[in-house]
C-alpha cells in the first residue's frame, strides 16, 4: 500500500515591521526651555532690580542688618585653610568665569552645534554686559570693609555668583541630559552656594549681593533660554534625525 505524502506546513506569516514616524523624536540635548521661563525669569530679574533702585535712595536698607551680622560672623584667618578654599573658588568666578564658558562655545562650535554655542556665548557675556554693569550702577553700593581681595566698584549685584549661575543653567541646558542633568543641578546648586560664601568670606561683597546676583544669573538666563528655544529645539531634532540614521 503505498504512502500517504505528508502535508507541507502552512507558511509562517511574515510579521509587518511597525511604521516609522516620519517625525524624529525628540532629542534631549539640549534642552527644551520651560514653559513658564518669561514669567519667571522675569520675576528673578525684577527683584534684584527694585533691591538695586532700594539701594540707591537707601544707603543703609532694612536687610543691612542681615549684612552686618553674617559680614561679622567671617572672622576667620586670612591665611587659614577656608580662605585658601575661598581664594581658589574666587579664582574660579574671576578670570576662569569667563575662560570656561569660552572653552565650551569653541568646543560646541567644533561639533556644529552653533546654535548652543550662541545661547552659551549669551548667557556668559551679553548678560553679564547688560545685566550686571547697569545694576551695579543703579544700587551704586559700597563693598564691605578691608576686603582681602583687590575688588572693583559697585558691591550689588555678584558678578561672580551671576556668572556661575549662569555657567551651570548653560552646561545643563546644551550639554546634560536628562539622567545627568538631575545629578548636575545638586552640583551646581552647591558650587554656587559655595561661591556666594566665598564671596563673603573675604569680605568682596554683602550676603544680599550674592543672593541678587544668584537671582539676575537664573533670571536672564530663563530669559535668554525662552529667547533661544526655536534655535535650540532645530537643533535637538537635526540631532534626533542623525541618531535615526545611525
Not at 202 to 216: E, S, V
Given at each position: 500500500?503505498?504512502?500517504s505524502?505528508?502535508?507541507?506546513?502552512?507558511p509562517?506569516?511574515?510579521?509587518?515591521?511597525?511604521?516609522?514616524?516620519?517625525?524624529?523624536?525628540?532629542?534631549?540635548?539640549?534642552?527644551?526651555?520651560?514653559?513658564?521661563?518669561?514669567?519667571?525669569?522675569?520675576?528673578?530679574?525684577l527683584?534684584?532690580?527694585?533691591?538695586?533702585?532700594l539701594?540707591?535712595v537707601?544707603?543703609?536698607?532694612?536687610?543691612?542688618?542681615?549684612?552686618?551680622?553674617?559680614?561679622?560672623?567671617?572672622?576667620?584667618?586670612?591665611?587659614?585653610?577656608?580662605?585658601?578654599?575661598?581664594?581658589?573658588?574666587?579664582?574660579?568666578g574671576?578670570?576662569?568665569?569667563?575662560?570656561l564658558?569660552?572653552?565650551?562655545?569653541?568646543?560646541?562650535?567644533?561639533?556644529?552645534?552653533?546654535?548652543?554655542?550662541?545661547?552659551?556665548?549669551?548667557?556668559?557675556?551679553?548678560?553679564?554686559i547688560?545685566?550686571?554693569?547697569?545694576?551695579?550702577?543703579?544700587?551704586?553700593?559700597?563693598?564691605?570693609?578691608?576686603?582681602w581681595v583687590?575688588?572693583?566698584?559697585?558691591?550689588?549685584?555678584?558678578?561672580?555668583?551671576?556668572?556661575?549661575v549662569?555657567?551651570?543653567?548653560?552646561?545643563?541646558?546644551?550639554?546634560?541630559?536628562?539622567?545627568?542633568?538631575r545629578?548636575?543641578?545638586?552640583?551646581?546648586?552647591?558650587?554656587?552656594?559655595?561661591?556666594?560664601?566665598?564671596?563673603?568670606?573675604?569680605?568682596?561683597?554683602?550676603?544680599?549681593?550674592?543672593?541678587?546676583g544668584?537671582?539676575?544669573?537664573?533670571?536672564?538666563?530663563?530669559?535668554?533660554?525662552?529667547v533661544?528655544?526655536?534655535?535650540?529645539?532645530?537643533?535637538?531634532?537635526?540631532?534626533?534625525?542623525?541618531?535615526?540614521?545611525?
Amino acid at each position: 500500500m503505498p504512502h500517504s505524502a505528508t502535508p507541507a506546513p502552512p507558511p509562517t506569516p511574515t510579521p509587518t515591521p511597525a511604521p516609522v514616524s516620519g517625525r524624529p523624536h525628540r532629542h534631549h540635548v539640549p534642552a527644551a526651555a520651560p514653559r513658564r521661563a518669561l514669567a519667571v525669569g522675569s520675576a528673578l530679574l525684577l527683584a534684584p532690580l527694585l533691591t538695586g533702585l532700594l539701594l540707591r535712595v537707601d544707603q543703609r536698607p532694612f536687610f543691612q542688618g542681615i549684612d552686618d551680622v553674617w559680614a561679622g560672623s567671617a572672622n576667620g584667618s586670612s591665611a587659614g585653610a577656608a580662605t585658601a578654599f575661598a581664594l581658589a573658588l574666587d579664582r574660579l568666578g574671576g578670570p576662569l568665569g569667563l575662560i570656561l564658558p569660552l572653552m565650551l562655545t569653541g568646543c560646541l562650535c567644533v561639533y556644529g552645534r552653533w546654535r548652543s554655542a550662541l545661547f552659551v556665548l549669551a548667557t556668559a557675556i551679553v548678560a553679564d554686559i547688560v545685566v550686571v554693569l547697569p545694576l551695579k550702577a543703579v544700587a551704586d553700593r559700597p563693598r564691605p570693609p578691608h576686603p582681602w581681595v583687590l575688588v572693583n566698584d559697585g558691591s550689588y549685584p555678584s558678578g561672580q555668583v551671576f556668572s556661575t549661575v549662569a555657567l551651570v543653567i548653560a552646561v545643563a541646558v546644551v550639554a546634560m541630559p536628562p539622567t545627568a542633568r538631575r545629578w548636575w543641578w545638586l552640583f551646581g546648586g552647591g558650587y554656587t552656594a559655595a561661591m556666594m560664601w566665598s564671596r563673603t568670606w573675604l569680605h568682596a561683597q554683602w550676603l544680599t549681593d550674592t543672593f541678587g546676583g544668584a537671582l539676575a544669573g537664573a533670571g536672564a538666563c530663563l530669559l535668554l533660554w525662552r529667547v533661544f528655544a526655536r534655535l535650540l529645539e532645530t537643533e535637538a531634532e537635526r540631532a534626533a534625525a542623525n541618531t535615526l540614521w545611525l
